[in-house]
């Protein structure tokens, strides 16, 4: 396991460096989890892009392994996390895949830090992710009487009901991940949501972007995801089909056929001026 100290917190993360024979010299790919979830969650997309890119993940604060720290947070909190991150294993240009809170964090590197994105994978969020009333009764809900109270409330929006069967091991795995994750660091992100609204960052942003959200999507579903691309110039919005708010998972190979098509774009190096 890799740990950096970032802050006031230890981060757990994994860096998996290009292989030896990469033709690609690409910026490398940082997957970002989604609330309740960690780094695990992109194991999949991981081993199907293969070794032809640098691959980053980490559990972001609060979350997995790394550490809680002081709270409530914010999501600027959790984009400098990412960037002290990166400034820690010399990584100067990245692009960022972000899932749910995770593509809010996206969009707060861009907005403090734009030199350091080469793009953006914005999957299943949004500029802003529901009310304020949404999360105050979610915060108070939990707060007494813990994750597992929302569980079976939660996983209809992760996942479609062809994948919430009885002899899915997977799904039995995910809702263990989710009942398990940290209850304070749970919480502070559920306040740095109902906090948090980049409309005006989205507008800002200039990098190649590609928003995904699945069809069944519970959480950010179509059509506000395909809102925050309308927001974002040049944007390109995908759907997959047959996928709820974690379509890594439910759909691993047209996730990363995505991701693949998206990456063409990237150009594998900074442009000189003359």
Not at 147 to 176: E, H, K, Q
Not at 207 to 224: E, H, R, Y
Request: glycine share 10%.
């Amino acid at each position: 396991m890799q740990f950096a100290l970032i802050d006031d917190i230890a981060v757990h993360y994994d860096f998996r460096p290009a292989g030896a024979g990469a033709s690609d010299a690409g910026p490398v790919i940082v997957f970002i989890n989604s609330l309740g979830t960690d780094l695990r969650i992109w194991d999949e997309v991981k081993t199907r892009l293969g070794s032809d890119r640098a691959v980053l993940t980490y559990d972001k604060r609060g979350h997995g392994l790394s550490g809680i720290g002081a709270t409530p947070y914010t999501i600027e909190r959790l984009a400098r996390d990412l960037i002290g991150l990166l400034e820690k294993l010399s990584i100067a240009r990245a692009v960022l895949c972000g899932l749910s809170v995770g593509g809010l964090v996206a969009q707060g590197v861009h907005a403090l830090r734009p030199d350091l994105v080469a793009g953006l994978v914005l999957s299943n969020t949004a500029h802003k992710i529901g009310t304020a009333e949404m999360w105050n009764a979610r915060m108070e809900a939990i707060g007494k009487d813990g994750l597992a109270s929302i569980l079976d409330a939660t996983m209809p929006r992760w996942f479609t009901p062809a994948f919430r069967v009885p002899d899915n091991a997977a799904y039995a795995g995910y809702r263990a991940m989710f009942a398990r994750q940290p209850l304070d660091g749970y919480i502070a992100t559920c306040a740095a949501l109902r906090e948090a609204d980049y409309t005006a960052a989205a507008r800002a942003i200039t990098v190649p972007t590609l928003c995904i959200v699945g069809d069944q999507d519970g959480s950010t579903p179509p059509d506000l995801v395909r809102e925050l691309a309308g927001l974002v110039h040049g944007a390109r919005f995908e759907v997959i089909a047959g996928a709820g708010h974690i379509p890594n998972v439910e759909q691993p190979a047209a996730y990363t056929d995505l991701l693949r098509q998206f990456l063409q774009q990237i150009p594998p190096h900074i442009p000189q001026g003359d």
